[in-house]
């Protein structure tokens, strides 16, 4: 039996190769991703950070910090509270309707999101026939509330977001659809689950006590968009861009850290004033950007990458246009970073709801505008699990994580090549104290070289300096690096210079 707090293990790669098996147990053994709450058991769908996750999701974060706010000169940062009032989450909509559909398993007691169980299904390649031949009933008559275009997106997009409760409910009856945790039927009917977290301040219980721990940074954007304005100098068009945590009560199939109860958000709204910026130049510059980030700094392969506009039934009312940056984890292709054009729908909602004018005066016409946005909206943490898939490497003789040297937890290696030689312990202790005035650097004096090697290529260290008897002599050391495994020898006054010169890159 489980319960909530179980954690679920990570069921299957769409390839059947164990891969994200194997990213998960090097990410626990080598001290990236801890589950939460293990001394207690375990608290499903939570994650610790251990020394080399927490130095990677900070590399990760100021990137994007570095990229899309310091190098711009047309988007300011913020970093609102993440416990916010009531009145915010029901003007946003947040309230009323961010909430998913869940089901539950009564022979085992897990707990599935029901558009994710479909689709999980929908993708296996062992489903392909069941599927297809499901189809073909259901288009020649068979007797269902489901439309024929909605049995043909469901087969062949493999995507049920924007189907009603009711028709994810036939789906699940109809495709006979098994409880992955203990491959029963049984299951309880399909119930709407809303996402946000309450927080109850005070002493006295009710309605008006009510705050909610933030279920996205964008509304911070939205509620301060006058406060920005007011006391700064930005023009039209420009960005707010924050960066923390949102929470969110997920049930989620267990796929480690991609959909988690607390993430860290970095979201971008880019106002503009619609009479004078077209929104489609726009949309499609905030797609180069996000995909030049995705693969010039995080150094991710293209040919893991595609974007997915959103159907229009999947498509949120307010939205013009909305598309998806997916990135091909070992369980699919998924959501990476959505890009929606949110018209000016929050600002109103906020303006109204408030009774505040949000609009600002065009200051050559003297028209009030009430601007429209455009917003990036990802997770940093989503990015960490694309960044270890991606720089996951394996053959015969080695397990290598290939990051982005900008990205490493830790950028040079240094050791003494015997731990019992004084005069070699002394000397790399004195590089290795140099070397982490500027850099992340690590020291390791246990075991042979070969495990020392093997330690620092499952956590991605680009480079390894190994100090020796010629050291000594010459004051040079051997480089090694990570991806090739060839060694350099080189003069200890170069090591700065040469670490520099490669981290530009
Ligand atoms: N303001 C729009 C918004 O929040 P979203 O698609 O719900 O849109 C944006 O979230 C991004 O945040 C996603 O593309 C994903 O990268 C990340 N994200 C959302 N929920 C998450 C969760 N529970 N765990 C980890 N990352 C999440």
């Known amino acids: 039996m489980t319960d909530i707090f179980t954690p679920i293990e990570p069921r299957f790669d769409r390839d059947n190769s164990g891969l994200m098996e194997k990213i998960v147990a090097l990410c626990k053994r080598r001290g ?29 974060k100021n990137l994007w ?10 988007i300011v940062g913020l970093d609102a509270s993440l416990i916010s009032h009531h009145r915010i989450w029901e003007a946003s909509g947040h309230v009323a309707g961010f909430a998913d559909a869940m089901i539950d398993c009564k022979h085992c007691k897990s707990r599935f999101r029901a558009d994710h169980l479909i689709e999980d299904f929908l993708e296996d390649a062992n489903n392909q026939v069941r599927i297809k031949h499901w189809a073909e009933k259901l288009i020649v008559g068979g007797e269902t509330k489901l439309t024929n275009e909605i049995v043909t997106k469901v087969t062949e997009d493999k995507k049920v977001e924007g189907l009603t409760t009711e028709q994810l409910a036939e789906i699940i009856f109809l495709l006979d659809i098994t409880c992955p945790n203990c491959g029963e039927v049984d299951w309880t009917p399909v119930r709407k689950f809303n996402q946000l977290f309450p927080v109850e301040l005070g002493l006295v219980q009710g309605d008006n006590n009510v705050a909610y721990l933030r279920g996205e940074t964008a509304q911070g954007m939205f509620v301060n968009f006058k406060n920005v304005v007011d006391s700064t100098r930005v023009r039209l068009p420009f960005g707010i861009a924050q960066l923390g945590k949102s929470f969110r009560n997920e049930i989620t199939p267990g796929n480690s850290i991609f959909r988690t109860l607390e993430f860290e958000q970095a979201e971008i709204e880019y106002f503009f004033d ?7 130049e726009l949309f499609l510059e905030w797609k180069n950007s996000m995909f030049g980030f995705v693969t010039e700094k995080l150094g991710i392969k293209e040919e893991n990458l595609r974007w997915r506009p959103h159907t229009d039934e999947e498509r949120s009312f307010y939205s013009k246009r909305t598309e998806d940056l997916e990135y091909r984890f070992p369980f699919g292709f998924k959501e990476l970073w959505g890009l929606a054009y949110r018209t000016n729908y929050d600002l109103a909602q906020h303006q109204t709801n408030s009774q505040k004018d949000l609009s600002i005066v065009d200051p050559q016409t003297g028209e009030k505008i009430l601007p429209h946005v455009i917003e990036p909206a990802v997770g940093i943490n989503r990015l960490m699990l694309m960044v270890l898939c991606d720089a996951y490497y394996e053959d015969e003789k080695r397990t290598v994580l290939k990051l982005h040297p900008k990205l490493a937890p830790y950028k040079v290696a240094v050791f003494p090549l015997l731990a019992n030689k004084e005069e070699l312990v002394g000397k790399a202790r004195d590089i290795y104290k140099n070397l982490k005035e500027s850099f992340m650097t690590a020291w390791d004096d246990r075991g042979n070289i070969g495990k020392r090697y093997m ?28 991806d090739t495994a060839e060694q350099t020898r080189l003069p200890i006054d170069e090591l700065q210079m040469y670490f520099n010169s490669r981290l530009m890159k």
């Open 32 to 60: 990236f991703i801890y589950p939460g709450s293990e001394l207690y058991g375990g608290l499903a769908n939570t994650y610790d950070y251990g020394p080399t996750g927490t130095e990677l999701l900070r590399n990760i």
């Open 65 to 74: 910090w570095s990229y899309f706010v310091q190098q711009r000169d047309d």
């Open 274 to 280: 619609h009479k004078k910026t077209k929104w489609e």
């Open 455 to 482: 330690a620092q290529d499952e956590i991605g260290t680009p480079w390894c300096v190994t100090v020796d008897f010629q050291t000594l002599e010459d004051s040079t050391v051997t480089v090694r690096d990570r």
